[in-house]
């Protein structure tokens, strides 16, 4: 056998069939493939897995049921493997203490040269945590951000007590909480809220001092509406419902505490300086230009630390995030910049010979700035690591050691090894990669002309520069420009400023069981169809009625209560997870059980069910590229870019009134190939009279707009204005015209 390859022996997990593989360790291989093909089957649901399982095995059991919990793939071997991280997009964790700082790093190094050379000396460097109560402020908890109650939205001025002028949850007519105050003898009932005195409107949102002063005093027992919002809403426990959040989103606002400005320290750390500089005023200076200052202390008793943080803040510079500052809260980064984080994070580690497996690093990243991710993947791999990357994008196919293609289709019709090679060789190689990247979108030579205009104005949002830009109106528009220039910004602004349908890739909102069958509404149609072939009532071929399984009620699943671990997920052994009883699954259309619909992808329902209802229902998801999900497949599984996709699907049906759609980076996760289809879904909204506004790195996007907004030149401050705007063919002279080949 041999130790430097990673050997895969007959791997099954979803699609695959049966791949035999082995991917040489300490190289950088990239997984390539058309969507669906199968590559996250292989190199997370299989390898990562793998590799997940082994490592947990080596723990006691106590600590197993800490550790991410990997499902053993299905393969007959599985050899060469090493300990595992995977550096995904999903964002840096949802905790408002984790910033830049914290996360890389940098901030510990920042404490300890504050707590070693600061002025005055203070001691201690968890004086400079504002995750520990020694250095946090104490009115936000080290948050920088309190949660103050906006009156201005408890009342409404025009109306009465008794036409409920009070507007918070609980009040509205004949309510409880209303009558408690209509009847209490202090107001008057019948009088609009705005012909009240001051002490009276003041008595009634504060109490106090003011509600003695009127005529009828309320009883020793009266609570003012804030009292009363804060005893219900903000005094609360840590399960909060939804419905009470919505309540405390509407009638409060957070803002900047006004205690520490924002700083998220106690009086004492901020006003200790290092070179004449607070470690707060540190905290917003742009990487880029902190990493300089770092380099101008010459202490030598902090010489080590200095170096260190040097070193971080460049490599973070290095892979295009020196726009960003340490004080930066992670909930509000991009997916893509989280993931370059994380990168720099694993390239400050000293372990060797891991596994390190990236899920499309380029997302997020112009042209312009893949170079730098390249760079530290090759990085990654020089320290004498293996790493495994999918990836659509040819610059990083190019970038790497051998390219493994998994196809040559989606689904059923994929799941194979169709190329292993060099990048040269690819090139030469016919498949439906190498055939993608000989045939690139041509730019658009005759670019559609706006209807009319919409206008941005003033935008100033982050680091726009005051910028007002005419977006045409009827026609496919692509905001470019590098990471951190400020697209999302802009679009921020445009949606703010005019209305939009925003179509993201946050997950589709349903119910963890839902399906592409319940979520196109195709249920009931399906039923019918077994309900005319077979005679019975329709209801025998609902899971969740009478023809679901009665052990696991229609789930396919039981779940088992364990005393001391985690309950367990287990298939139904009466059933075998197909969820229907025996006698329900002895009816059959077209040679199918209504379980084997399940099993069906929608390219396939689409040839083999004609009923029109259930053809209508699919045909969007087809059209955007998705047509290898299974009908039965959990929506919860699919990707980001996945539920967007299901979302301009239903918005391919729904839309009727002309409308501004704006999508950020729709091409992610997509193939080159899909890459055309996918623009043709966008011509089509376009077609039927829709604004559609994208935020585009994707050449072949760019190339096939109407009309391009680039921003830049830079990053963060040395961004934030437009560099050109108008048709694709005049874009000259920028990184975005540079990447197009163009002077
Ligand atoms: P890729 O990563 O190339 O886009 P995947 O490995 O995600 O492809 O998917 C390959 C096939 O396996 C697809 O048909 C997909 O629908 C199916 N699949 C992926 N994950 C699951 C899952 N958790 N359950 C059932 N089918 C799945
Ligand atoms: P792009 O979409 O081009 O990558 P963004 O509009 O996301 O750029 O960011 C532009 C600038 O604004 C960057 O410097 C970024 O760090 C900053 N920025 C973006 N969102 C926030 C935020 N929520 N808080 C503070 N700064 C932000
Ligand atoms: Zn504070
Ligand atoms: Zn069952």
Not at 37 to 60: M, W
Not at 260 to 277: I, K, M, P, S, Y
Not at 585 to 593: F, P
Not at 688 to 703: C, P, S, W
Request: contains cysteine.
């Amino acid at each position: 056998m041999n130790e430097r390859m990673i050997r895969i022996r007959g791997a099954r997990s979803n699609n695959l069939r049966s791949v035999d593989l082995d991917v040489p360790r300490g190289a950088l291989t990239v997984f390539a493939g058309v969507s669906g093909s199968g590559k996250s089957s292989l190199v997370f649901d299989t390898i990562a897995a793998e590799a997940g399982a082994q490592v947990n095995e080596t723990y006691p059991p106590f600590l197993r049921n800490r550790l991410p919990k990997w499902t053993r793939p299905e393969a007959d071997e599985l050899s060469g493997l090493s300990p595992v991280v995977v550096i995904d997009q999903r964002r840096l964790g949802g905790n408002a203490r984790s910033t830049v700082g914290t996360v890389t790093d940098a901030w510990t190094y920042l404490r300890l040269l504050y707590s070693r050379i600061g002025t005055p000396h203070l001691g201690e460097s968890n004086r400079f945590s504002f995750n520990d109560p020694a250095g946090m402020c104490p009115a936000c908890s080290g948050l920088g951000e309190a949660v103050a109650i906006d009156t201005g939205r408890f009342l409404d001025p025009d109306r009465s007590l008794r036409q409920n002028a009070i507007l918070l949850p609980g009040f509205a007519e004949g309510g409880y909480w209303n009558a408690k105050y209509t009847d209490i003898g202090t107001f008057d009932p019948d009088k609009p809220l705005r012909e009240w005195t001051e002490d009276e409107r003041t008595a009634l949102l504060f109490g106090g001092a003011h509600a003695d002063r009127l005529p009828v005093p309320p009883p020793a027992d009266y609570e003012s509406l804030v009292s009363w919002f804060e005893r219900i809403y903000l005094r609360t426990g840590d399960n909060i419902s939804d419905q009470k959040q919505k309540a405390i989103d509407r009638f409060t606002r957070s803002g900047t505490c006004a205690e520490c400005g924002g700083d998220r320290l106690n009086a004492e750390a901020r006003a200790v300086t290092v070179h004449g500089r607070t470690i707060a005023e540190l905290a917003l200076m742009e990487i880029a230009e902190l990493a300089v200052l770092v380099e101008t202390i010459e202490d030598p008793s902090v010489a080590p630390v200095a170096a260190a943080l040097a070193e971080r803040l460049h490599a973070l510079d290095a892979i295009g995030l020196g726009y960003l500052h340490l004080g930066r809260g992670t909930t509000t980064l991009s997916g893509g910049e989280s993931q370059r984080i994380k990168t720099v994070k694993h390239l400050g580690s000293s372990l060797i010979e891991m596994l390190y497996i990236f899920d499309e690093p380029t997302v997020g990243l112009h042209p312009h700035d893949v170079d730098a991710m390249t760079g530290l993947l090759g990085r990654l791999r020089d320290k004498g690591n293996t790493v495994l990357v999918v990836e659509h994008d040819p610059a990083v196919m190019a970038a790497a050691d051998r390219i493994v293609e998994i196809g040559p289709g989606a689904g059923a019709a994929g799941g194979r090894v169709v190329f292993e090679g060099t990048y040269g060789e690819l090139r030469e190689a016919d498949t439906p990669t190498a055939q993608a990247l000989a045939r690139r979108a041509p730019a658009t030579t005759a670019p559609r002309r706006g209807r009319d205009t919409l206008t941005v104005k003033g935008a100033d949002r982050n680091n726009l520069r005051d910028v007002t830009v005419d977006l045409p109106t009827g026609v496919l528009t692509v905001l470019t420009g590098v990471a951190g220039s400020g697209k999302s910004s802009l679009a921020a602004e445009l949606v703010d400023q005019h209305g939009a349908i925003v179509v993201d890739q946050r997950p589709v909102g349903a119910g963890r069981r839902s399906t592409p069958i319940t979520y196109t509404g195709i249920a009931a149609p399906i039923r019918k169809l077994f309900a005319k072939a077979s005679g019975l009532p329709a209801k025998y071929f609902s899971a969740n009625s009478e023809g679901g399984c009665p052990d696991c009620k229609g789930l396919g699943t039981v779940y088992t209560d364990l005393a001391f671990m985690d309950g367990q997920e287990t298939v139904c052994e009466t059933c075998g997870g197909r969820r229907f009883t025996e006698e329900t699954l002895r009816h059959r259309v077209d040679g199918l059980t209504v379980a084997d619909v399940d099993d069906l992808t929608i390219t396939d329902a689409l040839q083999r069910l004609a009923e029109p209802a259930i053809r209508r229902g699919l045909r969007d998801l087809d059209r955007v590229g998705l047509g290898y999900l299974r009908l039965g497949q959990p929506l919860s599984t699919l990707s980001g870019g996945e539920c967007q996709r299901v979302k301009i699907a239903r918005e391919l049906r729904d839309a009727d009134e002309p409308s501004l759609y704006v999508l950020d980076e729709p091409t992610t996760g997509l193939h080159l190939r899909d890459v055309d289809t996918l623009v043709d879904v966008l011509d089509r909204l376009v077609e039927a009279g829709h604004t559609v506004v994208v935020i585009e790195h994707h050449l072949d996007v760019i190339r096939r707009a109407d009309w391009v907004v680039d921003l830049g030149p830079g990053a963060g401050r040395h961004g934030g204005r437009v560099l050109y705007e108008g048709p694709v063919a005049g874009l000259r002279g920028t990184a975005t015209a540079a990447a197009l080949g163009r002077p």
